[in-house]
């Protein structure tokens, strides 16, 4: 039974990074640009596996902290790893909410991430940089066995809070640039250069 619900929590886990990583990086290619309907349509469709995924994530997870009790009711909850591993995964669901609520529903606007208004475009970059850390960091901490009884929660929430402030800079540095002008293409350069020659 325990080994059949690890499995569901890892294969959870595995489908929500995939999916958030190729959501990156089509988000990224697309350049803050309005999305196509094919593309706002693969997003839905992400956005609802990985819905399902995070909810196999808190069942799986909360059996799995009950059988661990069962097995060793006087020492399994003084983990503290796993404690802020229940913080990050509930900072994860929280932001999630926000996503679906705030975030989603500009990306796939018609205007396009750049043309929002500048708060609300930070607002998004964050949620998604608060999403890929929380994410990525939960998945480590599953796997993170040696950390098991011998680290403290703050040491553990000290790092998540370090990565996180990590990306977030790294999320808005590549807003900046989503934002600066695009290099003109050869064929205009050539065309410029003639015509300043002309006049």
């Given amino acids: 039974m325990k080994t059949l619900v690890v499995y569901a929590h890892l294969l959870?886990?595995?489908?929500?990074?995939g999916i958030l990583l190729i959501q990156d990086l089509s988000l990224a290619k697309s350049r803050g640009k309005a999305l196509?309907?094919?593309?706002?349509?693969?997003?839905?469709?992400?956005?609802?596996?990985?819905?399902?995924a995070l909810v196999v994530l808190w069942l799986t997870g909360l059996a799995l902290?009950?059988?661990g009790y069962l097995e060793n009711p006087q020492q399994y909850l003084m983990n503290e790893k796993l404690w802020a591993k229940f913080t990050?995964?509930?900072?994860?669901?929280?932001?999630?909410?926000a996503l679906h609520y705030f975030s989603f529903p500009r990306v796939t606007s018609r205007?396009?991430?750049?043309?929002?208004?500048?708060?609300?475009?930070?607002?998004?970059t964050i949620t998604g940089a608060i999403s890929s850390t929380s994410w990525l960091f939960a998945c480590y901490l599953g796997i993170a066995?040696?950390?098991?009884?011998?680290?403290?929660?703050?040491?553990?929430?000290?790092?998540?809070?370090?990565?996180l402030i990590s990306t977030i800079i790294v999320?808005?540095?590549?807003?900046?640039?989503?934002?600066?002008?695009?290099p003109p293409l050869l064929?205009?350069?050539?065309?410029l250069h003639t015509v300043r020659k002309m006049e």
Avoid: H
Wanted: proline fraction near 3%; glycine fraction near 4%; include cysteine.
């Fill in 12 to 17: 959870a886990a595995c489908i929500s990074i």
């Fill in 36 to 52: 196509s309907a094919s593309a706002i349509k693969e997003l839905t469709k992400s956005a609802e596996i990985m819905f399902v």
């Fill in 65 to 67: 902290v009950l059988l």
């Fill in 88 to 97: 990050v995964v509930s900072v994860l669901t929280l932001n999630g909410i």
């Fill in 111 to 124: 205007r396009g991430l750049l043309d929002l208004p500048t708060f609300e475009q930070i607002l998004v």
């Fill in 145 to 163: 066995r040696p950390w098991n009884y011998t680290v403290d929660y703050n040491f553990v929430m000290f790092i998540y809070a370090g990565l």
């Fill in 171 to 182: 999320a808005g540095n590549v807003l900046r640039m989503m934002r600066a002008p695009e």
């Fill in 187 to 191: 064929t205009e350069k050539v065309q």
